[in-house]
């Protein structure tokens, strides 16, 4: 993943490093990444909340210290993470132009995370629109207009910087050889 490998990269910018400097690097960026992003999904939940007090800080909290269990105990790396933080961060559904700007940066970066996360971006943003938009009766395309919007840029971009970068490298694109005929398999 070059995601992974530009972030792990930025440890290697300080010579003579120790292997434990590098390793604690990681494990900071995974616990970094992981806060960041149960931070900011319990915060867009709690916006449109009606609840207040203390009370509602301790629930925060909570939620928060229960998303990053969450994601810590499945394999969501946290390059992947990087690419959906500013969508949960900076989404406004009344300002779709804004919305489709960070989507098309957030999918650059997924382009070069993982190509199951390159609609993710998209896919955030449109559960985003959703979830606040009522259904017009009468409008059902001017409803589903900035969500089509949303995926066609979000996947088109990911893919296109994923080709990219494979061509650049010069590399076999894996998930498009049906044969699974890789040299590394020999070994």
Request: with cysteine.
């Amino acid at each position: 993943d070059p995601g992974r490998s530009i972030l792990d990269g930025i440890a290697f910018l300080i010579p003579n490093l120790p292997i434990w400097a590098y390793r604690f690097w990681v494990r900071i960026l995974f616990l970094i990444f992981n806060c960041l992003t149960a931070i900011f999904a319990i915060r867009r939940t709690f916006m449109y909340s009606q609840m207040t007090g203390n009370r509602n800080i301790a629930l925060r909290v909570l939620l928060t210290l229960l998303g990053m269990l969450f994601l810590l105990q499945g394999p969501v790396n946290y390059h992947v993470l990087a690419g959906i933080l500013p969508i949960l961060w900076l989404y406004d559904e009344n300002r779709p132009i804004r919305n489709l700007i960070i989507i098309i940066v957030c999918s650059v970066w997924e382009g070069l995370c993982r190509v199951n996360w390159f609609m993710m971006p998209a896919v955030i943003a449109i559960l985003m629109q959703v979830l606040r938009t009522p259904f017009p009766r009468n409008k059902f395309l001017h409803y589903i207009k900035w969500p089509l919007i949303f995926l066609i840029s979000g996947g088109l971009t990911s893919f296109g910087i994923y080709w990219i970068y494979i061509e650049a490298l010069g590399y076999a694109i894996p998930f498009l050889n049906p044969s699974m005929d890789y040299a590394f398999f020999l070994y």
